[in-house]
């Protein structure tokens, strides 16, 4: 006669029914949420991944949905990779670059509710190990900002797996593959645009090179960022400009041309490794258009702004060039003489170079890229001959007065000397503040 299971078998065996229950389960949602996924593709880019033709006049963007929000707990199963993106955007209607301002839109928030509606983000923000290789400020411009996070790939073949969020796929791997910057650009607004991408390794971070944990990969660090800044010329001595600027090159303590940030920043020692002044081929009413070019491995909060409004100085001959190396020499000049840092407007992000990243485009992502461009450059040249009717035809001037006698002149400000103007605390007193309040 056979006995008879006890309770505790009994329990057991219920117990590992359950278990088969709930695997087989998980299966069968992973096999729904790819099949999800695979309709939710043809829906977006048609059955031939290029998108399909709208009705009407109703441009291809518009057929996205407009709901952005899902829950991206049903893509943790679907394949991933660790991919670069390198973004333009220009800065006007921003509020910096990171999307922990107090203040929208920002270029980052924008990215991020484009990574949504395409169904491209796996996990959350903090999953997909998102990083960015600089965060530019309120009206800054770039063409060529990096950023670098875990998105959504179409192959299928694993090369690692990490945790249960998701196959990764092999850096090497490019057939098949997504078109992230068609993708993205379709629902991008017309003020940003992805220019490239670059599969990236997973330990890649694109701030410094470095992963989450920093543990250093040189092979990864961020080699340069290069700045740009246009001006008019308006009778500044660019000879004098040229001479204070090559003072900046080398390894300088910056601490007096830049915002000090004393509770999160304490090395005020950066490199720069390149200065030039360079006259463009745009010139308006006689007067031409200026850069300044500005490269270096890192720069402080507002470093590039600063350093150009003291150069401002001396262009007007109201500082010497010398007045650069007072200010470097910050055992002698301990505390920062107050000044306004030059307008963030015409400051660009030009470039983040790094190893081994080598960012490509689709012939059709770049043709519709390049499109985009042009009629956004017709755009503002449109917008600038408007302007330049409405001063053709405003209020004359007097017969003894021309326009460009009007520019040159200007009312001059008194000039107080940088050395003889109030300080600002410094790092010691702003550190010394802090640990009373602390």
């Known amino acids: 006669m056979a006995t008879q299971p006890s309770d505790a078998e009994l329990i057991a065996g219920l117990q590992a029914r359950v278990k088969e229950l709930e695997s087989e389960n998980a299966k069968l949602l992973s096999q729904l949420d790819v099949c999800r996924s695979h309709e ?20 291809s963007e518009d057929k996205i949905e407009k709901n952005t929000g899902y829950d991206t707990r049903f893509m943790s199963h679907h394949s991933k990779r660790y991919v670069a993106l390198k973004v333009m955007y220009f800065g006007k209607r921003f509020y910096g670059f990171a999307s922990e301002a107090q203040m929208q839109p920002t270029v980052e928030s924008e990215l991020f509710k484009a990574f949504e509606k ?66 993205l650009n379709r629902v991008l607004p017309n003020d940003i645009r992805i220019l490239g991408w670059c599969p990236a390794p997973v330990d890649f971070h694109a701030s410094n090179g470095f992963i989450i944990i920093h543990v250093c990969f040189d092979r990864f ?26 003072k900046l090159v080398g390894e300088h303590d910056f601490r007096n041309f830049c915002k000090m940030d004393a509770a999160n920043v304490h ?16 010139r308006y009413n ?21 350093m150009v409004s003291v150069l401002f100085m001396v262009g007007k001959s109201l500082e010497s060039p010398n007045v650069i190396d007072v200010l470097l020499d910050t055992t002698r000049i301990l505390r920062k003489p107050q000044y306004i840092m030059a307008s963030e407007v015409p400051l660009v992000l030009q470039s983040c170079e790094f190893d081994d990243i080598k960012f490509m485009c689709s012939s ?19 917008q600038a001959t408007i302007f330049h009717e409405a001063l053709l035809n405003c209020v004359p001037l007097s017969n003894d007065q021309s326009l ?35």
């Open 364 to 382: 059709d992502a770049g043709y519709a890229l390049q499109s985009h461009l042009v009629n956004e450059c017709q755009i503002y040249q449109l």
């Open 118 to 183: 395409t169904r491209l983000l796996v996990g959350d923000k903090k999953e997909s190990q998102y990083s960015r290789c600089g965060r530019t400020d309120k009206g800054v411009s770039s063409v060529g900002q990096v950023i670098a996070l875990f998105l959504r790939s179409n192959l299928k073949i694993s090369a690692i797996n990490i945790g249960n969020s998701g196959e990764v796929v092999s850096d090497e791997k490019l057939e098949g593959e997504i078109d992230y910057v068609r993708v």
């Open 40 to 59: 939710m593709e043809k829906k977006l880019h048609g059955p031939d991944g290029k998108g399909r033709e709208c009705k009407g006049n109703m441009k």
């Open 221 to 246: 660090s961020c080699l340069s960022r290069e700045y740009k800044y246009f001006f008019w010329n308006e009778k500044l001595n660019i000879p004098a400009m040229e001479s204070a600027g090559n």
């Open 404 to 438: 460009l006698s009007f520019q040159g002149s200007k009312k001059k400000v008194s000039h107080v000397p940088l050395m003889s103007r109030p300080t600002e605390p410094s790092y010691e007193e702003r550190r010394a503040k802090l640990n009373i309040v602390g």
């Open 267 to 282: 090395n005020y020692r950066r490199h720069i490794t390149l200065f030039e002044i360079s006259p463009t081929d745009v």
């Open 286 to 306: 006689g007067n031409q258009l200026w850069v300044i070019k500005i490269r270096g491995s890192a720069f402080l909060w507002h470093q590039v702004r600063c």
